[in-house]
């Protein structure tokens, strides 16, 4: 539970949460008129019918040879400022377009009290994925709870009070933009619009049910509550943006918004609340972590502000619950259905957003989905994988046009339509490694649950086409003879040079992904030899400089002073899994690490959690997620950049999760990076690849009980100090548990 004694006054650093992947909402909580700021995840300007004219990011005009000629420059010249190349190889964005609010709604309380009451309580469960206002006037106890019901497509709202009669209330409708009507009739809203910018069609509607009382319909779009006993409300919202190259677009929303908001209303408020909790009980509930806290009767805005080293019980009470709030905030964002979360997850309450509120794939997108499969919510990443699947056409055509080859590109930042071209940020237009990257998470997914159905329809065929682009891009360093992606810049950091360390990382780690899997999937004997030769005549990226650092660039440039937020030569270590604890890179990489320092963004802190967990240092990542409470999270426990963005809340959680388990080199790593100060505890539910399902006990930083329940029959090697010799190999039949230890230790 989070909870607060006041309503929310601001929007980023206070509103509560709520979300079914589609549909998202911002609770306030305001007495006199609730606010509640919703979003329908599609409803972007931008792309194509955009009034600005849509290329995709593709070159307005070829450029033949341009690739070329910076590569010839590059061999010669070893690096070239990042401003040269983008006005060479970049061009000013059009048509990119931006995540829009769809508006807000206000629940109008006449004589509701003018200041707030000392009984007034304003929480979300994230058990139940409920919010709640309480409070008491005039001797009636006020209840309103919200909910966004991923099961009925609906967001949910009701108002009621302890006397009878006691709940007036207008409901309205407004939005920042001008481009819709809201009229009223009966016991419905409806909301229709186009966007002015490139005529997307979106429509809400609304229905409004009470107990007692009356309702009434207003010539302004309104609907009135008098004197009931209770009011309840649904609503339905949605677009006719569809994700198929290359138009974007499919039905119109009014057919499918109408019946998601009828089948809901004639649910009754009841079944739809038992339905909501149900739905996402059955994820939420699968993972739980016991570090010994102890929940003071605090506000959360207190906890927070109170936080000081994590040494306390009160402060590890803020610690899981951090954990759990990024699986809670990743249900709420990422379900079936939609796109995937994007930097703000589904919420946004502004029509020109921080970075359009989009998908960035230099480290955010690829964030956001880190704890997926580990905190055990595989099912959230459908709707990434789906997006992959839907930029592949028009990354198709960009690796055609603007390199000449085959396979499929996307650079730094990507929109809902499919723009995988450039833009002329010239620190950070450049990325072509972003789709290989991309295509990690799919061949997780596989590694996670085993379906080798999943591998050959879903995850293979994009990997496959990612590693094609780079068969046909790589080139002979004259500096060595390696291959290396040329040119490549390490993302906002740096000048172009050739064979960056995290190019040279992300093509290996993509390299090998594929070659695993099309030995699993019997993949042409040419294909793999090809790749196999390729693999073994690129360059690793891996390199330790003058100062016993790990290089981020082929030559040794790296400052021991410098402190940029992106770690990104370090990919290999992770999410990557080429550099080994223990091995001479990893120490290197603790240099590099150790240089960067605890500082950075939001994002870049909970990065470092996941490092120095791969690292094995279990207080340094517990460092780490106390500097991002204490310096990168707001009072809502949103993770902030600044300004908010969702990556770091999901990275904090996969951080932990790394903490407590790994399994990246496919032996199940048990308390790898347990901080000191969670000496005795237990955490249920991970997930390890392999297709394990794992719950440990701990007692004075020591394993007292494992228990392994197996999803698929297969050798699992599990390791941790509880096991005579340290290590366990054993064959695993699917459906079986297995425990080594006892709960209290005692054997
Ligand atoms: C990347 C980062 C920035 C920011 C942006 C959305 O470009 O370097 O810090 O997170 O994405």
Redesign the pocket.
């Known amino acids: 539970m989070i909870w607060y004694t006041a309503p929310a006054a601001d929007w980023e650093r206070e509103a509560l949460p709520l979300g079914s992947g589609a549909l998202g909402v911002m609770v306030f909580g305001t007495l006199a008129s609730e606010r509640l700021q919703f979003n329908e995840k599609t409803l972007w300007t931008g792309g194509p019918g955009s009034a600005q004219g849509y290329d995709f990011g593709n070159w307005r005009a070829p450029r033949p040879g341009a690739i070329a000629a910076v590569q010839e420059e590059i061999d010669t010249e070893t690096r070239i400022g990042p401003e040269a190349v983008a006005g060479r190889l970049g061009q000013p964005r059009v048509g990119f377009g931006a995540y829009q609010t769809f508006g807000d709604l206000h629940l109008d309380v006449p004589g509701a009290p003018t200041t707030t009451p000392d009984s007034y309580r304003r929480a979300l469960d994230l058990g139940e994925a409920v919010a709640t206002v309480t409070y008491t006037h005039e001797q009636a106890g006020h209840q309103r709870e919200f909910f966004v019901s991923h099961a009925d497509h609906v967001i949910v709202g009701r108002l009621a009070a302890g006397r009878p009669g006691a709940v007036t209330c207008t409901v309205r409708y407004t939005s920042p933009r001008t481009d819709f009507t809201a009229t009223s009739a009966g016991e419905r809203i409806t909301v229709r619009g186009e966007l002015a910018d490139n005529g997307m069609a979106f429509e809400a509607q609304l229905r409004v049910g009470h107990r007692g009382g009356s309702l009434t319909a207003n010539a302004d779009g309104t609907l009135t509550v008098t004197g009931a006993d209770s009011a309840w409300f649904v609503l339905a919202a949605g677009t006719d943006y569809a994700d198929t190259y290359p138009d974007y677009r499919g039905d119109d929303p009014h057919a499918k918004v109408t019946k998601a908001v009828d089948d809901a209303f004639g649910k009754g408020y009841a079944t739809l609340r038992a339905r909501h909790v149900a739905d996402h009980r059955a994820l939420f509930d699968r993972v739980a972590l016991d570090i010994r806290a102890a929940v003071p009767d605090v506000s959360t805005d207190r906890l927070l502000a109170g936080y000081t080293d994590g040494a306390s019980a009160t402060d590890r009470a803020l610690e899981a619950l951090f954990f759990q709030y990024g699986r809670y905030l990743l249900i709420a964002s990422s379900r079936p259905g939609s796109l995937p979360a994007n ?1 703000q997850g589904v919420w946004n309450q502004s029509t020109s957003p921080p ?1 359009s509120a989009d998908y ?1 794939v ?3 997108l690829q964030m956001n989905y880190w704890l997926a499969e580990a905190a055990n919510l595989a099912e959230t990443t459908a709707p990434y994988d789906r997006f992959v699947e839907a930029m592949r056409a028009p990354g198709r055509r960009t690796a055609k046009e603007m390199f000449g080859s085959r396979g499929w590109v996307v650079h ?1 930042e990507t929109n809902p339509y499919g723009f995988t071209g450039v833009h002329n940020w010239a620190t ?1 237009f450049w990325f072509p490694e972003a789709a290989a990257w991309l295509t990690t998470q799919l061949y997780e997914h596989y590694r996670f649950g085993g379906s080798t159905d999943y591998l050959r329809t879903t995850a293979y065929p994009a990997m496959k086409e990612a590693a094609e682009f780079w068969l046909d891009n790589l080139r002979t360093d004259p500096r060595d003879g390696t291959l290396v992606v040329t040119p490549s810049y390490s ?2 950091h740096g000048d172009f040079t050739a064979g960056a360390a995290m190019s040279q990382q992300i093509v290996h780690d993509l390299f090998t992904n594929t070659l695993e899997a099309a030995r699993i999937l019997g993949d042409a004997p040419e294909f793999r030899e090809q790749l196999a030769a390729t693999l073994a005549k690129l360059d690793p990226g891996l390199r330790i400089g003058s100062w016993g650092q790990l290089q981020e660039w082929k030559a040794d440039l790296d400052g021991p002073t410098d402190d940029h ?2 770690v990104s030569h370090l990919f290999g270590l992770h999410p990557g899994r080429q550099i080994e604890p223990g091995s001479r890179w990893a120490d290197a990489a603790k240099v590099s690490l150790t240089a960067r320092g605890d500082g950075g ?1 939001g ?1 870049s802190k909970a990065w470092k959690i996941n490092f120095w967990a791969r690292l094995r240092d279990g207080d340094h990542a517990h460092k780490m997620l106390g500097e991002q409470l204490k310096s990168s999270t707001l009072p809502n426990l949103w993770d902030t ?1 600044p300004p908010f ?1 969702i990556d770091g809340n999901f990275g904090a959680t996969s951080g932990v999760v790394e903490m407590l388990l790994q399994s990246q080199y496919d032996v199940i790593e048990v308390l790898p990076a347990l901080p000191s100060s969670w000496p005795d505890g237990s955490v249920r539910g991970l997930r390890a690849r392999g297709g394990a399902t794992v719950d440990i006990d701990w007692v004075a930083g020591r394993p007292t009980r494992i228990t392994l329940t197996a999803s698929r029959t297969r050798e699992l090697t599990v390791r941790s100090g509880l096991l005579r010799g340290g290590e366990v190999k054993f064959k695993a039949v699917a459906g079986r548990r297995y425990t080594w230890g006892t709960k209290t230790g005692a054997s």
């Open positions: 930097l970075w960035h230099n480290i955010n730094n950070s993302p906002e937020r992106h963004t994002w950049h963005q």
